[in-house]
């Protein structure tokens, strides 16, 4: 497969081999305070779908500093600093950012819905027709660990 998802940055380059398996627009404290966004549209891969050239080449850092040892690490470039992905220690999943991690955001399809949104963070819902959740949309399974 060609993949139109490709990203990362001069030194280490990400490709998926398939399409995302959840594609949503992130309302969560943790993806704000790493993005600076309000929201962010996230895409996760199947683990095995979302391919690294040069992981040597990557520095890992807890996602979320609140939860240091949780299951997401963030991946950067260890030459420029480049965000490039979200690796599950687990590994179930990957995740792209398509705006932050080098990616070309139109080739991408759509989120399909919006995740994390919390009533009490004093915003309005959103009302662009996709559904709202309080966490993943019901039916997302997470995909067992390879």
């Known amino acids: 497969m060609s993949s139109s998802y490709t990203g990362g940055c001069d030194h280490v380059h990400i490709k998926a081999t398939a399409e995302p398996i959840d594609n949503h627009v992130c309302h969560c404290n943790v993806c704000k305070s790493v993005t600076g966004q309000q929201t962010t549209h996230v895409a996760f891969f199947n683990h095995g779908d979302l391919l690294v050239d040069h992981p040597e080449k ?21 030459d420029c600093g480049a965000a490039l992905m979200l690796d599950d ?3 179930r999943i990957r995740v792209a950012v398509p705006n932050v991690m080098g990616y070309n955001v139109a080739t991408f399809p759509d989120p399909t819905y919006h995740a994390f949104y919390d009533t009490s963070k004093g915003y309005a819902e959103p009302s662009d027709g996709r559904p709202v959740y309080e966490g993943l949309r019901p039916e997302f399974v997470w995909p067992k660990p390879e």
């Open 58 to 78: 990557m520095n890992r850092q807890p996602f979320n500093k609140d939860n240091p040892d949780g299951p997401l690490e963030l991946c950067t470039c260890a």
């Open 89 to 91: 220690k687990q590994k």
